[in-house]
C-alpha cells in the first residue's frame, strides 16, 4: 500500500551557551545549571530557522522544545525565522528582533520529556540545584516564545522532569521514545524538536543502526522521515528512516563494522 504522504521531523540542538564562552560563569550566576545563550547562538539559531524556511523542502507546523533556556530561545529564534512575513522581510536581520511574523504558520509547546539528561554526566554536581529545585517555570518559559505562537493546549508527554540521576540508559530510551510519542500525536504535521545533543545523537543512533554519533555542534540537526498511511479514516505510520548526511548538519557519525561471524 502507498503512503498517504510523509511525516517530517527534524531534531535539533540548541545554540551557544554562556558557560561555553564564559567558563567563570556558573560560578557567580543564580541559575548555574539553566545557562543563556550568547549573542552568536541566537544569530546561529536564527540563520537555522531561515535555513530550514529555504532548504528542508516541506514547512514546519509544530515545535516542541526543552524548558532549559537554551533550548526556549533557540526556539524562539527558530520560530521567528520560520514564521517571518515574507520571504525575506529584511535579509540583514541576525535575530529574531528585526522581523514581523505571522503567528499562525508555526505553534510552540514545551515538553519535559526533551530535557537535558538528567545526570552528573550533562550537569556537574556543584551546578546542579543542592535543593532538588530546578525552578522551571513554564508559564515564564513560554513568555519568551513569539507572541501568539504558544499552543498550550498541547498536552505534556512528560508531566515534569525525569528524576535525577536518570541513568543514561534511560536517558537515550526518553529521547528515541519522545520522538515517536510527539510524531504519533501529530501524524499530519511536521515537526521540529528542540534539545540537548544528546538527543540529537540519540535520534540518528536509533533510526539508523549501526551509526556512532561523535559530534553534533551547536544547531545541528537530524532530519527524519517516516511514511503515513490511511485507513477507515484512521492513520498508521511506518519506520523512520534518517536522511541526514554525514557532517552536513552539523551532526557526525561512523559507521560502525559488524565483525564476520
Not at 110 to 136: H, Q, T
Not at 228 to 245: C, M, P, R, Y
Amino acid at each position: 500500500m502507498d503512503p498517504e504522504f510523509y511525516q517530517n521531523v527534524v531534531v535539533m540542538r540548541h545554540g551557544d551557551r554562556v558557560d561555553d564562552a564564559e567558563p567563570m560563569w556558573s560560578a557567580k550566576a543564580t541559575r548555574p545549571w539553566d545557562p543563556h545563550l550568547v549573542q552568536p547562538g541566537r544569530v546561529r539559531a536564527f540563520s537555522t530557522g531561515r535555513k530550514f524556511r529555504k532548504t528542508l523542502g516541506f514547512p514546519l507546523h509544530r515545535v516542541f522544545v526543552s524548558p532549559f533556556l537554551r533550548c526556549v530561545q533557540t526556539a524562539a529564534e527558530v520560530v521567528a525565522a520560520l514564521s517571518a512575513v515574507g520571504e525575506d522581510e529584511d535579509p540583514n536581520a541576525l535575530t529574531g528582533d528585526s522581523v514581523t511574523i505571522d503567528p499562525s504558520k508555526v505553534k510552540v509547546s514545551v515538553e519535559y520529556g526533551l530535557c537535558e539528561m538528567m545526570s552528573r554526566e550533562a550537569i556537574r554536581l556543584d551546578v546542579a540545584p543542592k535543593d532538588g529545585n530546578w525552578g522551571f517555570d513554564i508559564a515564564e518559559r513560554e513568555a519568551m516564545l513569539p507572541a501568539g505562537t504558544v499552543d498550550r493546549n498541547v498536552q505534556r508527554i512528560y508531566k515534569e522532569l525525569p528524576k535525577w540521576e536518570e541513568p543514561h540508559s534511560r536517558t537515550k530510551a526518553r529521547y528515541e521514545q519522545i520522538v515517536t510519542d510527539l510524531a504519533d500525536k501529530h501524524p499530519t504535521e511536521n515537526l521540529l524538536l528542540v534539545t540537548h545533543g544528546e538527543g540529537v545523537g540519540t535520534a540518528l543512533s536509533s533510526f539508523k543502526k549501526g551509526t556512532l554519533v561523535y559530534e553534533v555542534m551547536y544547531c545541528g540537526y537530524v532530519e527524519l522521515r517516516r511514511p503515513i498511511f490511511k485507513k477507515n479514516q484512521s492513520f498508521t505510520a511506518g519506520e523512520f528512516e534518517v536522511l541526514t548526511n554525514n557532517g552536513q548538519t552539523g551532526v557526525s557519525y561512523s559507521i560502525e563494522q559488524l565483525s564476520e561471524q
